[in-house]
């Protein structure tokens, strides 16, 4: 399972996986009493997944995800309105890195002639493309799929697929910069900032020195090993595990790095961010909360 410098993934391998288990709370949560967002395509790709002989997460998966289901429910509601308010200011052009199986340019209400580009492994964005076209679902806006690694030239991917440099643009990092380098994450942001122009946007799930901090790690390793042993898989000790597949380097805080650069910068707390849609109390993140923050800037320099 460890990552190496080259390494590439279907759906249902590696890196691949992490989508369909985030399509898949997206899909509980659609299912929920009170959802905070409506994604009705999640369902079709873990069905889609399975039928391919992907196996449902390990029970003791299930309870971390049900535990973490609410951080992840803000996550993307947070995003989609990220999304919103960058259409309400004139942006129509979006870029979302590492993409996976979020449906947005399929579900959200974008701005007159927004195109969204979507980057991910090919493999990925191919399974993605056969399970919508298979449901006759049609994006709501203009749609252009950049198949490529995040390591790799995706600059030039991107504007031969049709990006313009030259108006300003609303990017998104969902569940994506644990799985590069630290050295691959500045390289993204320095990336990022040349191709973005002034009025430009960028929504940022950052994991920073609270994410990574080691006693955390540990407290989040203990609690895995103990939905194990509640689900019965005791003989679990090579279960896979995410962490498994993270990069686990010091890496530059993205607030600073996008204030250094310029970028008027706002973040929330995961924690905060959930108490804001009423997910969990202010103070009362538990210890399955990531300790991840939601940053945003403007490009305005
Ligand atoms: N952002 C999506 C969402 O929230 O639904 C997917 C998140 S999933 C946890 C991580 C995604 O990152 C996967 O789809 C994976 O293929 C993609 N990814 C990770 N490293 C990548 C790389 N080097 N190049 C392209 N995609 C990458």
């Known amino acids: 399972m460890a990552r190496t410098e080259k390494d590439s993934w279907d759906i249902t391998e ?20 009170c959802p905070l967002f409506t994604d009705p395509y999640a369902k079709m790709f873990v069905d889609a997944a399975v039928e391919r002989g992907w196996q449902l997460p390990p029970k003791y998966m299930v309870e971390r995800i049900k535990a973490i289901g ?3 429910a803000s996550r993307t509601k947070w995003f989609d309105e990220f999304f919103v308010a960058a259409g309400a200011n004139g942006i129509d052009q979006a870029v979302i890195l590492a993409a996976g199986l979020d449906a947005r340019a399929w579900r959200l209400p974008w701005i007159d002639d927004t ?27 203009r749609y252009a799929p950049v198949p490529i690694d995040l390591r790799d030239d995706w600059p030039r991917a991107l504007r031969d697929a049709g990006f313009d440099a030259s108006e300003p643009t609303a990017w998104a990092a969902e569940g994506l910069l644990p799985y590069l380098p630290a050295s691959g994450q500045d390289l993204l942001f320095e990336r990022i900032h040349e191709l973005s ?5 960028i929504g940022v799930e950052s994991f920073g020195a609270g994410f990574f901090d080691p006693e955390y790690l540990a407290s989040r390793r203990e609690k895995l090993q103990q939905y194990r042993q509640e689900a019965g898989e005791e003989d ?34 995961a924690a ?14 538990d210890d399955a909360t990531p300790r991840t923050i939601f940053v945003e800037g403007h490009k305005t320099r």
């Open 14 to 33: 590696s890196v691949g996986a992490t989508a369909l288990g985030v399509a898949w709370s997206r899909a509980l949560e659609q299912d929920s009493d």
């Open 70 to 72: 609410g951080y992840a």
């Open 115 to 141: 195109v969204v580009y979507e980057i991910d492994q090919p493999m990925v964005l191919a399974f993605k493309a056969e399970t919508l076209n298979k449901h006759e679902a049609t994006p709501a806006t």
């Open 197 to 201: 122009a002034l009025g430009s946007r």
């Open 272 to 285: 905060d961010l959930m108490d804001r849609y009423g997910r969990c109390a202010a103070g009362e993140a």
């Open 236 to 269: 679990a000790e090579n279960v896979f595990d995410v962490e498994d597949l993270w990069f686990n380097e010091e890496r530059t805080e993205v607030t600073d790095w996008l204030a250094d650069h310029g970028w008027e910068v706002t973040a929330i707390a």
